[in-house]
């Protein structure tokens, strides 16, 4: 009886498990996505994630908490945060967090629950400008807002891959830290799909509009990150990312749609107008 009580749970979960986490945006976008962890429980074992890579990085002495390139940093996000409501209505209650790590790696990250963290390296080596910073912090913002780590999650345990996150909630919290780190793996290791990555571009797209930066930053941090790539080991950031020719041609073809937005919006001062 218990198999058959396990059996036909496991059946209702999966026919409540499909939703759809935003809504479309001007961009359009609007898939019904697969989830059997709750959003809850990977917002906090991501949290558990994120909170070890940064005692990490103070342990080294390379966690930035202050300085120009931090707060330019908090400037832009607290430009986008606010943007995210057009998406869907829980992001206010959202604990949303910036962490800015002194080290040579192209790489910027945002965990499920608003854990944006940006790696110097890619500011630096690139010379991005504000509109491409808010163009990469707004695509992966908008990974969090589609919940694309927990659905990535979800698909995994569908295929009993990641059976132990299910039961993290009652153990202990070396238990707990390492179901984070399987999540963690899930959510940044592995690559994307296509389709998460342009969902993620177009809505990324719109954050920035919206925002009152220059759409056409993700295009130029496109053309920058391919200068800055060609011949070269693909770095951590490209991975998890297809084609930059590829995604080029996407956004290219999404800014009609966000033009409108980027014109209507408040524009944020120039840093020579801040100093």
């Not at 707060?71 to 829980?90: G, H, M, S, V, Y």
């Not at 059976?163 to 830290?177: C, D, H, K, R, T």
């Not at 056409?216 to 200068?227: E, H, L, N, P």
Request: hydrophobic fraction near 40%; glycine fraction near 6%.
């Amino acid at each position: 009886m218990r198999i058959y009580f396990y059996l036909s749970l496991a059946f209702l979960t999966l026919l409540t498990s499909c939703a759809n986490t935003t809504r479309p945006g001007a961009v359009g976008v609007n898939r019904s996505q697969f989830m059997m962890i709750s959003s809850a429980e990977v917002d906090r074992l991501s949290a558990i994630s994120y909170n070890e890579q940064n005692q990490k990085a103070k342990q080294k002495n390379i966690l930035v908490t202050s300085g120009p390139t931090y707060d330019r940093l908090k400037f832009i996000a607290n430009r986008l945060i606010p943007q995210t409501e057009a998406f869907r209505d829980d992001t206010k209650q959202w604990d949303w967090r910036l962490s800015l790590i002194d080290a040579p790696v192209l790489n910027a990250t945002c965990a499920p629950g608003g854990k944006i963290t940006f790696y110097t390296g890619i500011i630096e080596q690139l010379n991005l400008n504000d509109d491409e910073i808010a163009a990469i912090m707004g695509h992966e913002i908008a990974h969090a807002l589609r919940e694309h780590g927990r659905e990535r999650v979800s698909q995994a345990m569908a295929q009993n891959l990641a059976v132990n996150v299910a039961m993290a909630a009652a153990g202990s919290y070396g238990s707990a830290v390492n179901a984070a780190n399987q999540v963690a793996h899930y959510v940044f290791v592995l690559p994307n799909s296509r389709e998460n990555e342009s969902e993620a571009d177009a809505i990324g797209l719109e954050l920035a509009a919206r925002a009152g930066y220059n759409p056409m930053g993700a295009i130029t941090v496109w053309q920058k990150m391919i200068k800055a790539t060609q011949g070269k080991n693909s770095p951590e950031f490209l991975s998890t990312h297809p084609s930059g020719e590829t995604r080029i041609e996407q956004l290219t073809a999404l800014l009609p749609a966000v033009e409108p937005l980027y014109k209507a919006a408040s524009k944020p001062p120039t840093r020579a107008q801040k100093m």
